[in-house]
């Protein structure tokens, strides 16, 4: 990001983050590198977007990935795939690596 402090392209900037971060990582597709149209009308309005319980949407966005990948002919996963790790390696202690740390997210844990 170039140095500025224009505020509109700040504000521009700051939705291409937030898109990298919802397409990218917290509500994923199966391509990896798009971001769903569904998600665009959120950001005409940053208050709008605050607004938001983000956590729940990632949350029930991951439930209805999972509930399509127990599908027979289905062999890829979509959702927030950390989240779903963490949790596992929480519940299920043997399956979690040697090195805890590493697969640890402490604000899900929670």
Known sequence: MPPTDDPKI???????YIMLLIGGYLLTDKSNN????RWLLFFRDFAECRALGWGSAVLAWTYQS??????????????CTPLLMS???????QW???????????????
């Open 66 to 79: 999972l509930c399509l990948a127990a599908q027979r002919d289905v062999t890829d996963i979509a959702g």
């Open 10 to 16: 700040l504000r521009q900037y700051a939705r291409c």
């Open 34 to 37: 798009l971001v769903h149209v």
């Open 87 to 93: 949790w596992i390696y929480q519940r299920f202690s």
């Open 96 to 110: 979690c690596p040697l090195d805890r740390r590493v697969y640890q997210y402490l604000l899900a844990a929670r």
